[in-house]
């Protein structure tokens, strides 16, 4: 059965602080590994993975995999209140014809005190 | 705990079929469950939310007659794409929550839906 893990569950940082988010997966016919935002209406988009070691980075956000290891870390630098939310990582698993599976991790509750 | 069973998890049909792919949560009641679409570039739109034992409430350009949404319990949530054409082709995803102020969701697999 395919799993994905994130740690920690919560976290409460001070403004402008560095935080690293964990997602760990164990899935048969990996495809991509996606990291969403979660906040009003439908989780928000961050990253697609899908090689090991190449660095995604999007303003202060940025991700990397790690396939040997099965996980991946989301970093954010500079923390603002606007950060706070839940944070998911999913991963695409596939059998062939696409994409087929979607497992989501429980998500890391971020908040970001000011 | 907190499972979110979606089923089936992959569907094939002809071009005006309807469709039912269902929802479960296994192990809590979920006072709500809503319904996405994934589209190529993993962005998720919100289709709809679905609170148990009342009408679902559609985001803006969802079609309702098209996309019934029905949350008889509160363990099962169902979305029927009525006379799916190809366009409807996709990856549709629920969640559920438990209710509370974390706003966390639980996930279901997913459903791949192709319309021939």
């Known amino acids: 059965e395919d799993k994905v893990v994130q740690s920690p569950l919560s976290l409460v940082v001070h403004e402008g602080d560095t935080v690293t988010l964990n997602c760990s997966y164990e899935?048969?016919?990996?495809?991509?590994l996606l990291w969403y935002k979660q906040e009003k209406k439908a989780p928000t988009f961050l990253f697609m993975l899908t090689s090991s070691g190449i660095e995604k980075k999007s303003g202060r956000l940025s991700s990397i995999l790690d396939k040997k290891e099965l996980f991946s870390i989301l970093n954010i630098t500079a923390t603002q209140t606007g950060d706070s939310a839940i944070y998911l990582c999913a991963v695409e698993s596939y059998s062939g014809g696409g994409a087929d599976g979607l497992t989501f991790g429980k998500g890391t509750h971020l908040i970001i005190q000011p | 705990g907190a499972v979110v069973s979606q089923h089936p998890s992959r569907v094939i049909c002809k071009s005006g079929t309807s469709v039912k792919i269902e929802c479960r949560s296994l192990?809590?009641?979920?006072?709500?469950m809503f319904w996405y679409r994934q589209f190529p570039k993993k962005s998720l739109m919100l289709m709809a939310t679905?609170?148990?034992?009342?009408?679902?409430?559609?985001e803006q350009g969802v079609e309702k007659d098209k996309f019934l949404i029905n949350h008889a319990s509160l363990t099962l949530s169902t979305l029927t794409v009525t006379s799916a054409h190809p366009e409807d082709s996709s990856f549709y995803i629920c969640?559920?929550?438990?209710?509370?102020?974390?706003?966390?969701?639980?996930f279901g697999e997913g459903s791949r839906l192709t319309v021939l």
């Open positions: 899935v048969t016919n990996f495809r991509s």
């Open positions: 969640s559920a929550s438990r209710g509370g102020s974390t706003g966390e969701l639980f």
């Open positions: 192990d809590f009641q979920a006072t709500t």
């Open positions: 679905s609170n148990e034992g009342s009408k679902a409430t559609y």
